[in-house]
T-cell receptor, first 111, second 114 residues
């Protein structure tokens, strides 16, 4: 069964203080690893898809990387508007294409 | 360009009642998936439909059912509601099943069972 573990559960940063969010996964054949951002009371907002180990993608202050066992979401010089819950999910090569999510990491950025 | 539309946004039901949640996917998207997100947890897969056929089912009881219509919209039905069914129900649409283009989620329906 596919599994995703995210750490830490919560992270508090000062504005401008860079950090990384971790996503460890086990999956029987990786079709894709997804990062989403979720604001309170809203649906997840798509950030990145990574397909194979060694791949990296960037978007503004965010950079996602992937190895065979984990993914990192690096946040460079965060701003208060980056405060949200960040969800990691994997899609395996099984019969259905469901996403298996971690519990998420709640990021708070103080001005 | 409309995103994924879910209705209603909020709903309060009594234990034992039945509820129907609705989802309209992005125009051109033929696959709809349903997820349940309990407070403090990540979304959990309930169903996936593609071209009106069920393509996947998560570990949920038979009280949960769904269907997809010819216009690709979808309904999620939950019978005999329990307090534990209180959650944010999310609908996600994608072009087709099995792809990795990314799933676009709606804003969800917040269901409270009292």
């Amino acid at each position: 069964e596919d599994q995703v573990t995210q750490s830490p559960e919560a992270l508090r940063l000062q504005e401008g203080e860079s950090s990384s969010l971790n996503c460890s996964y086990t999956v029987s054949g990786l079709r894709g690893l997804f990062w989403y951002r979720q604001d309170p009371g809203k649906g997840p907002e798509f950030l990145f898809t990574l397909y194979s180990a060694g791949e990296e993608k960037e978007k503004e202050r965010l950079k996602a990387t992937l190895t065979k066992k984990e993914s990192f979401l690096h946040i460079t010089a965060p701003k208060p508007e980056d405060s949200a819950t960040y969800l990691c999910a994997v899609q395996g090569t099984g019969a259905n294409s469901k996403l298996t999510f971690g519990k998420g990491i709640t990021l708070s950025v103080r001005p | 360009d409309a995103g994924v539309t879910q209705s209603p946004t909020h709903l309060i039901k009594t234990r034992g009642q039945h509820v129907t949640l609705r989802c309209s996917p992005i125009s051109g998207h033929k696959s709809v998936s349903w997820y349940q997100q309990v407070l403090g947890q990540g979304p959990q897969f309930i169903f996936q439909y593609y071209e009106k056929e069920e393509r996947g089912r998560g570990n949920f009881p038979d009280r949960f059912s769904a269907r997809q219509f010819p216009n690709y919209s979808s309904e999620l039905n939950v019978n005999a509601l329990l307090l534990g069914d209180s959650a944010l129900y999310l609908c996600a649409s994608s072009l087709r099943t099995g792809n990795t283009y990314g799933y676009t989620f709606g804003s969800g329906t917040r269901l409270t069972v009292v």
